[in-house]
């Protein structure tokens, strides 16, 4: 079975200083790791997403996330947060032996940037 | 490209009334997933079609949910009877649906309150 882990509920950070919301997972192959963004009353946005390769992958909107698989993480990062960041950001992950392609989201992390 | 419709956005029912929400996909995506995100949570998968057939209902409520995809395309959840644990907002994504298509594209949800 698949499960997300996200540690920390909310995350408050000023504008223009960096910011990382974290992800832990388990899995029982291989990680497929997404992250994705929810404004108020807005579906859910893809951000980016690890397949397989450099283990630094880039997003939308300057974002960027880092997969440790030692750690089995996959932090979500930016280095100079603006107020329009202000969202629920969503890790999730597919085990890549799940042929249906089956997304387990974490609970979501509520990012608050203040100018 | 035109993205997830959802109708209603919307609704607010009593105990025990029944309740439908309708999806249309991007056109041409094989896989549509319906998922349910109550306040606080991450999505939860409900139902995944591939095509106009069932891949995955294991979450699915089956005693008062029900879904159907006819022709492929267009879907409709239905609750009946609805209780106040079904509020919550539901999710309508699709994706293409082949091996290589990694990203689930969300609609922007209808929102149920059952008082």
């Known amino acids: 079975a698949q499960s997300v882990a996200q540690p920390e509920d909310q995350v408050n950070v000023a504008e223009g200083n960096p910011l990382t919301v974290k992800c832990t997972y388990s899995?029982?192959?291989?990680?497929?790791l997404f992250w994705y963004v929810q404004y108020p009353n807005r579906g859910l946005q893809f951000l980016l997403k690890?397949?397989?390769?450099?283990?630094l992958v880039k997003g939308s909107y300057g974002f960027e996330a880092e997969f440790n698989k030692s750690q089995t993480s996959f932090h979500l990062k930016k280095p100079s947060a603006l107020v329009s960041d202000s969202a629920l950001y969503f890790c999730a992950v597919r085990d890549t032996t799940d042929s249906w392609g089956k997304l387990q989201f974490g609970a979501g992390t509520q990012v608050v940037v203040t100018p | 490209e035109a993205g997830v419709a959802q109708s209603p956005r919307y609704k607010i029912i009593e105990k025990r009334q029944s309740v439908a929400f309708w999806c249309n996909p991007i056109s041409g995506h094989a896989t549509l997933y319906w998922y349910q995100q109550i306040l606080g949570q991450g999505p939860k998968l409900l139902i995944q079609?591939?095509?106009?057939?069932?891949?995955?209902d294991s979450q699915l409520p089956k005693d008062r949910f029900s879904a159907e995809r006819l022709k492929g395309v267009d879907s409709t959840l239905k609750i009946q009877p609805a209780k106040l644990e079904d509020s919550a907002v539901y999710l309508c994504a699709s994706s293409l649906g082949d091996i290589s298509s990694y990203e689930q594209y969300f609609g922007p949800g209808t929102r149920l309150t059952v008082t």
């Open positions: 690890y397949i397989t390769g450099d283990n």
């Open positions: 899995v029982s192959g291989n990680p497929y």
């Open positions: 079609f591939q095509n106009n057939g069932v891949v995955d």
